[in-house]
């Protein structure tokens, strides 16, 4: 396509804004279907907008994160973590002087293959999958933009960039030479994201308080800090507080760790750090502060019985769900049943019942064992 002079072209834009070891679009290794360049938006610009505008992204919006609809609505889902992911990884990005497209791209992709009810979902699904290797959420996120998603006629899936791809497949290999740092962003952002708002989360359900929280050392200091500077709070203004201090220590913390690093590693190439094997990472005073939060997190908070409840009926489903489906396929929507052949029954089951959102998910179990009401999911479909 001829290049219009008056637009700003991407690669001009990179030029004068990334730092050398950034990934520039204009360096990208293309898509396994070879596309001619969009006139004013670069690949991993397009990607991240792939995404944005899948049907896997959009029922993020019913998928939980920690806490189930019925829980109230105040806290998280899948999608608004998502987000929360996106702007915190692009803070950091941007401070680094990486590519923001590639790293939104990679973080509004990073979930779409969670299924219905969280990680409860995952772990009973992995166990319906054990003689077929098992379910990933990480995997089912390639599964679905390379595969299931439909864009256009020409190719399967949404036919996205090696780069955004090779970010996620290291997510679910956890494995590997080290990823492009705007991947490693991601990983950074995802976990800042959700000790912060898991924390913020489970104190207005009031399953943790925050003197509770004070036990730990990291969560102590911010709320001594809180109260030298703003001297004392309501507990609703405390709370607020606190989750913002989280985020900005954890993201101050990487990037004062990681800046004088890179800065010494004079980078000239985004390939440079992976070869080398370098890792972003905090510093080890912030890393114990983060582990003792999170151990705290998966004691008190995802483990608590409100939340075993939830997860018990959920797995419960869909191990039923995952058994009726294999003994009936007749019953899979047109989509899945044409897998059968390529990855076999099981794993067709599985991908449809990883597609579903919580509702669909109850929707379908209501279908199949009628308790009365309810007459099957309304939301499949690409
Ligand atoms: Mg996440």
């Known amino acids: 396509m001829d290049q219009a002079p008056f637009f700003w072209q991407p690669a001009d834009r990179e030029r004068a804004i990334l730092a050398p070891y950034a990934m520039p679009g204009a360096q990208s290794l293309g898509r396994e279907f070879p596309e001619a360049e969009h006139p004013y938006r670069g690949p991993f610009q397009r990607d991240r907008d792939r995404i944005l505008h899948s049907a896997s992204f959009r029922r993020l919006s019913g998928k939980m994160q920690v806490f189930t609809g019925d829980m109230g609505d105040y806290h998280r889902t899948r999608l608004t973590h998502t987000m929360e992911v996106a702007s915190i990884a692009r803070t950091i990005g941007r401070a680094l002087g990486l590519n923001e497209d590639l790293i939104e791209a990679l973080a509004l992709m990073h979930d779409v293959g969670h299924p219905p009810f969280g990680h409860a979902g995952e772990d009973a699904l992995d166990e319906c999958l054990a003689d077929e290797g098992g379910f990933s959420h990480n995997q089912f996120a390639l599964t679905l933009v390379c595969q299931l998603e439909v864009r256009c006629q020409a190719y399967p899936g949404l036919n996205l960039t090696r780069e955004v791809l090779a970010g996620q497949q290291y997510r679910a290999a956890k494995a590997g030479p080290a990823p492009l740092l705007e991947a490693q962003v991601v990983d950074a952002a995802d976990s800042i994201t959700y000790n912060a708002h898991d924390t913020d989360d489970a104190v207005m359900l009031g399953l943790v308080s925050l003197d509770e929280l004070a036990d730990l050392p990291l969560v102590a200091n911010l709320l001594r800090e809180i109260q030298d500077r703003e001297g004392p709070l309501p507990e609703l203004t405390r709370r607020k507080a606190?989750?913002?201090?989280?985020?900005?220590?954890?993201?101050?913390?990487?990037?004062?760790?990681?800046?004088?690093?890179?800065?010494?590693?004079?980078?000239?190439?985004?390939?440079?750090?992976?070869?080398?094997?370098?890792?972003?990472?905090?510093?080890?005073?912030?890393?114990?502060?983060?582990?003792?939060?999170?151990?705290?997190?998966?004691?008190?908070?995802?483990?608590?019985?409100?939340?075993?409840?939830?997860?018990?009926?959920?797995?419960?489903?869909?191990?039923?769900?995952?058994?009726?489906?294999?003994?009936?396929?007749?019953?899979?929507?047109p989509e899945f049943a044409e897998r059968v052949d390529s990855v076999g029954l099981p794993r067709a089951v599985g991908d449809y019942l990883a597609s579903l959102t919580d509702r669909s998910c109850d929707q379908l179990y209501c279908q199949l064992f009628p308790i009365g009401w309810g007459d099957g999911p309304k939301g499949t479909g690409w």
Request: no cysteine.
């Open 242 to 333: 606190l989750v913002h201090a989280l985020i900005d220590r954890q993201v101050e913390d990487l990037l004062l760790a990681s800046w004088p690093r890179l800065a010494a590693a004079d980078f000239r190439s985004a390939d440079q750090p992976a070869r080398a094997g370098f890792r972003l990472a905090p510093s080890p005073g912030i890393q114990q502060g983060k582990t003792e939060l999170e151990r705290f997190l998966y004691q008190r908070v995802y483990r608590h019985p409100r939340l075993i409840r939830v997860r018990q009926q959920a797995q419960r489903r869909l191990r039923e769900l995952f058994a009726a489906l294999r003994a009936e396929p007749a019953r899979l929507p």
